[in-house]
């Protein structure tokens, strides 16, 4: 496997800069950084962004989550091992992911939900963090990065 070019974010210094800083500001916002990790998985699994899976996976590793979570978020809903709000979280994740999918992208009851469980700050946490993981992999995915080849 080989990419297409190097990620635009790599070749445009600037834009690399602007994403990372935005990525570093909705950690400590409510949302835990095992419930963070599992989202940007999700979202990336979603996308079929192979280096952001894999980072994601290192990433959810590192936060202390399961071997038994990381293999089962693609599939949530039928696995034992998530909380409601992590349930939450990853409904959302998968809403905000998949826009286009539904007349109504994010639904009340998705919304709601996560609002149950999330204050504002943790909302916006959590949107900020699913948008910076589709950003990443909206430039990998087009560009055929490697998973792995990053470090």
């Given at each position: 496997m080989q990419a297409r070019i190097k990620n635009p974010a790599m070749i445009i210094p600037e834009a690399m800069q602007a994403i990372q800083a935005l990525?570093?500001?909705?950690?400590?916002?409510?949302?835990?950084?095992e419930t963070l990790a599992l989202v940007h998985l999700r979202a990336?699994?979603?996308?079929?962004?192979?280096?952001?899976?894999?980072?994601g996976a290192a990433g959810a590793r590192k936060a202390g989550e399961s071997e038994d979570r990381i293999a089962t978020v693609a599939a949530w809903r039928?696995?034992?091992?998530?909380?409601?709000?992590?349930?939450?979280?990853?409904?959302?994740?998968?809403?905000?992911?998949?826009?286009?999918?539904?007349?109504?992208p994010v639904p009340d009851e998705i919304w709601d939900e996560a609002a149950r469980h999330?204050?504002?700050?943790?909302?916006?946490?959590?949107?900020?963090s699913i948008a910076t993981t589709n950003v990443f992999n909206r430039l990998n995915a087009p560009?055929?990065?490697v998973a792995g080849a990053w470090g």
């Open positions: 990525g570093g500001s909705f950690h400590n916002k409510g949302v835990p950084e990336s699994q979603i996308n079929g962004c192979s280096p952001c899976v894999q980072a039928d696995a034992p091992y998530f909380t409601d709000a992590e349930r939450a979280a990853l409904a959302l994740a998968e809403a905000v992911t998949r826009l286009a999918d539904r007349p109504d999330y204050d504002e700050e943790g909302l916006a946490a959590l949107l900020l560009t055929r990065q």
